[in-house]
């Protein structure tokens, strides 16, 4: 085989696992990186350059654990898609932290390992590049001069960086070549395989612990437990960091300026019938080969190798010929769900609101499947279960918009408009139902409430919101007709306050096939804003077109009005945060009460 270079993504965009925010630069021992005796998820990705062009090539899962015989180390197991398990000292230097590639009797040769917490999804890559299996593997640390020239260097060294949710990231950005060699110790094809930059990202917030088995094309297999990430989402959806065990997912766009493609890593994303207790994952592109790239090639994109999931179809063979052309589908069972205190049921910051769940998947045999060649790779993965002891499943509702209008009267009652949209932010999941309240004053959790309606969870828009359009009677102070109170300026605040019924799947399938039912999870409520109702009484009581209201939206407010008059913002220290004009949304930042001026109208909001 030629050389290849590979190129990948370059360092600002490598990986959605990496769009966080770093702690200073400090000193860490290896027992800081990885807390706990456990092992945890890792995504290693791998990308350099080639004729000034970027690419992303793949991305892989591996498990990292802290060496129990040496407490300064870290060892990473299934590197480089299952070729090798290595390790490297932990460092500080100057205040900072570095890695430090280890080497074995050896040097950096190593042997491809199988055991029981290697997370190979593909085959190795020596299968992907020469047809056959390597029985070693050497890895050279190089430098690269300006004109792209590789030479040998002593160390590997990368830069450690810890963020605020637990997440280490070590980058290394000097080259290392890869020479994969049979077991005669002969390589397999002249050359090296350079790899500009390389970078591995440590989970230790991973929630869930899946095994299978994996099925080679000889019939060989062995069995695999692993970890993974995976996070609930409004609509019954979810992604998945390191599904199967290849880590992140790889897209790629066709663009028309060099190199003609565009690539970024994604999780992969499932949903789920909680009905059905049927669960799917998506049969989404999930891996991109450029071997076949090189600085001749013209047209980037289509040199490119794509590979799918897809799930088999007959999985009592032995031999897999056929699949099926729509999602991957399985079971899912919920366990366990509770609030965590059954008197505290108010979301945050009004409570400490929380409902855990356990959760098991288990999916169907599926294997890899090359679109371009049409053809099935040499592997399966069998008996899939994910498993998840204790999930935050915590309903999480945001306000998109409350907006109180008056009518019009010439009685003792006023009709009031009441346009309501709100929704789910995240784990929408087990909600039937919404009762929609104002509560009047700045708290929620105030006694005198007026019931607007009720709305079902899966009722939403194409934005996603819950809507509420409904209206309430709004009695004079005195009882008497409005037009009593001629030239009288009335305010009235109120919060909005939403509480969610819940429906739990049951442990079997009842007659009519439906596997959930309203179970005695308690309801929770949540206190989503304010609204300040504002009028001033006509010469023929209440006219609506001359009067302003306010609306406070997600991100300010809206001040509704017959023209489009100056209003201004402050907050309670009397300065000014925002201005614009009624009947658009005036956007400002921070928490509190605030002062809202439109002509002589005055209105109270709080954020």
Same mark, same amino acid.
């Given at each position: 085989?030629?050389?290849?270079?590979?190129?990948?993504?370059?360092?600002?965009?490598?990986?959605?696992?990496?769009?966080?925010?770093?702690?200073?630069?400090?000193?860490?021992?290896?027992?800081?990186?990885?807390?706990?005796?456990?092992?945890?998820?890792?995504?290693?990705?791998?990308?350099?350059?080639?004729?000034?062009?970027?690419?992303?090539?793949?991305?892989?899962?591996?498990?990292?654990?802290?060496?129990?015989?040496?407490?300064?180390?870290?060892?990473?197991?299934g590197v480089f898609e299952g070729m090798a398990?290595?390790?490297?000292?932990?460092?500080?230097?100057?205040?900072?932290?570095?890695?430090?590639?280890?080497?074995?009797?050896?040097?950096?040769?190593?042997?491809?390992?199988?055991?029981?917490?290697?997370?190979?999804?593909?085959?190795?890559?020596?299968?992907?590049?020469?047809?056959?299996?390597a029985a070693g593997v050497t890895f050279t640390p190089c430098s690269v001069n300006i004109l792209g020239k590789y030479h040998a260097e002593d160390d590997w060294k990368g830069t450690v960086t810890k963020s605020n949710d637990g997440r280490v990231t070590i980058t290394f950005d000097n080259p290392i070549g890869l020479r994969y060699t049979d077991a005669y110790d002969h390589y397999l094809f002249d050359g090296y395989l350079f790899f500009n930059k390389y970078q591995v990202v440590l989970d230790n917030q991973t929630n869930v612990n899946i095994s299978d088995t994996y099925i080679r094309s000889d019939l060989s297999s062995y069995n695999r437990n692993y970890k993974a990430r995976i996070n609930f989402l409004s609509g019954n959806r979810f992604n998945f960091t390191n599904w199967a065990g290849f880590g992140e997912g790889i897209k790629s766009t066709k663009t028309y300026s060099i190199p003609n493609v565009a690539q970024s890593l994604y999780c992969m994303e499932g949903y789920y019938v909680p009905e059905t207790g049927k669960v799917y994952m998506k049969r989404a592109p999930w891996m991109v080969d450029a071997d076949d790239v090189n600085?001749?090639?013209?047209?980037?994109?289509?040199?490119?190798?794509?590979?799918?999931?897809?799930?088999?179809?007959?999985p009592t063979v032995t031999t897999v010929t056929t699949y099926e052309t729509g999602d991957i589908e399985g079971t899912i069972d919920f366990n366990s769900i509770s609030h965590a205190d059954e008197n505290d049921l108010w979301q945050a910051p009004h409570g400490n609101l929380k409902t855990t769940t356990a959760v098991t998947m288990k999916f169907e045999p599926f294997v890899a499947f090359s679109v371009e060649k049409s053809a099935i790779l040499p592997f399966r993965i069998n008996n899939t279960v994910i498993?998840?002891?204790?999930?935050?499943?915590?309903?999480?509702?945001?306000?998109?918009?409350?907006?109180?209008?008056?009518?019009?009267?010439?009685?003792?009652?006023?009709?009031?408009?009441?346009?309501?949209?709100?929704?789910?932010?995240? %784990?929408?999941?087990? =909600? $039937?139902?919404?009762?929609?309240?104002? @509560? *009047?004053?700045?708290?929620?959790? +105030?006694? #005198?409430?007026?019931?607007?309606?009720?709305?079902?969870?899966?009722?939403?828009?194409?934005q996603g919101y819950h809507k509420l359009s409904t209206n309430f009677k709004l009695t004079s102070p005195d009882g008497k007709p409005w037009y009593t109170h001629k030239d009288e300026a009335f305010n009235y605040l109120y919060s909005l306050k939403i509480v969610a019924h819940y429906v739990l799947p049951t442990s079997a399938a009842p007659a009519n096939g439906k596997r959930m039912a309203i179970t005695s999870l308690a309801p929770s409520n949540h206190g989503l804003g304010n609204s300040t109702l504002s009028f001033t009484v006509g010469v023929?009581?209440?006219?609506?077109?001359?009067?302003?209201?306010?609306?406070?939206?997600? %991100?300010?407010?809206? =001040? $509704?009005?017959?023209?489009?008059?100056? @209003? *201004?913002?402050?907050?309670?220290? +009397?300065? #000014?945060?925002?201005?614009?004009?009624?009947?658009?949304?005036?956007?400002?930042?921070?928490?509190?009460?605030?002062?809202?001026?439109?002509?002589?109208?005055?209105?109270?909001?709080?954020?």
């Amino acid at each position: 085989m030629t050389k290849h270079l590979h190129n990948l993504l370059t360092a600002t965009g490598i990986l959605m696992l990496c769009l966080f925010a770093a702690l200073p630069a400090r000193a860490y021992t290896a027992l800081d990186l990885i807390t706990g005796s456990e092992k945890i998820c890792g995504v290693e990705a791998v990308h350099g350059n080639y004729a000034q062009r970027s690419l992303t090539l793949w991305s892989h899962g591996i498990t990292a654990a802290v060496n129990k015989d040496n407490t300064n180390q870290i060892i990473l197991f299934g590197v480089f898609e299952g070729m090798a398990n290595i390790a490297f000292n932990i460092v500080e230097e100057n205040g900072n932290t570095y890695a430090y590639l280890v080497k074995n009797s050896h040097g950096y040769l190593y042997v491809p390992v199988n055991d029981d917490i290697t997370t190979t999804m593909m085959p190795n890559r020596s299968l992907m590049f020469t047809g056959e299996d390597a029985a070693g593997v050497t890895f050279t640390p190089c430098s690269v001069n300006i004109l792209g020239k590789y030479h040998a260097e002593d160390d590997w060294k990368g830069t450690v960086t810890k963020s605020n949710d637990g997440r280490v990231t070590i980058t290394f950005d000097n080259p290392i070549g890869l020479r994969y060699t049979d077991a005669y110790d002969h390589y397999l094809f002249d050359g090296y395989l350079f790899f500009n930059k390389y970078q591995v990202v440590l989970d230790n917030q991973t929630n869930v612990n899946i095994s299978d088995t994996y099925i080679r094309s000889d019939l060989s297999s062995y069995n695999r437990n692993y970890k993974a990430r995976i996070n609930f989402l409004s609509g019954n959806r979810f992604n998945f960091t390191n599904w199967a065990g290849f880590g992140e997912g790889i897209k790629s766009t066709k663009t028309y300026s060099i190199p003609n493609v565009a690539q970024s890593l994604y999780c992969m994303e499932g949903y789920y019938v909680p009905e059905t207790g049927k669960v799917y994952m998506k049969r989404a592109p999930w891996m991109v080969d450029a071997d076949d790239v090189n600085e001749f090639t013209f047209n980037v994109y289509n040199a490119m190798r794509r590979f799918e999931m897809r799930q088999v179809e007959d999985p009592t063979v032995t031999t897999v010929t056929t699949y099926e052309t729509g999602d991957i589908e399985g079971t899912i069972d919920f366990n366990s769900i509770s609030h965590a205190d059954e008197n505290d049921l108010w979301q945050a910051p009004h409570g400490n609101l929380k409902t855990t769940t356990a959760v098991t998947m288990k999916f169907e045999p599926f294997v890899a499947f090359s679109v371009e060649k049409s053809a099935i790779l040499p592997f399966r993965i069998n008996n899939t279960v994910i498993k998840m002891n204790e999930e935050d499943v915590t309903l999480n509702l945001k306000l998109a918009s409350m907006q109180l209008k008056p009518g019009t009267t010439n009685t003792e009652v006023l009709p009031i408009n009441a346009d309501i949209a709100f929704y789910a932010d995240k %784990n929408e999941t087990f =909600v $039937h139902s919404y009762d929609i309240y104002l @509560v *009047e004053g700045e708290s929620p959790k +105030g006694e #005198k409430t007026i019931y607007l309606g009720n709305v079902v969870a899966k009722d939403i828009d194409e934005q996603g919101y819950h809507k509420l359009s409904t209206n309430f009677k709004l009695t004079s102070p005195d009882g008497k007709p409005w037009y009593t109170h001629k030239d009288e300026a009335f305010n009235y605040l109120y919060s909005l306050k939403i509480v969610a019924h819940y429906v739990l799947p049951t442990s079997a399938a009842p007659a009519n096939g439906k596997r959930m039912a309203i179970t005695s999870l308690a309801p929770s409520n949540h206190g989503l804003g304010n609204s300040t109702l504002s009028f001033t009484v006509g010469v023929n009581g209440v006219n609506a077109e001359s009067n302003l209201t306010l609306e406070n939206t997600q %991100n300010g407010v809206i =001040v $509704h009005a017959p023209n489009d008059m100056a @209003v *201004e913002v402050y907050n309670m220290a +009397g300065v #000014k945060v925002a201005q614009g004009v009624a009947n658009s949304e005036i956007t400002f930042d921070g928490k509190g009460v605030f002062v809202v001026k439109a002509g002589a109208k005055v209105f109270k909001v709080v954020k």
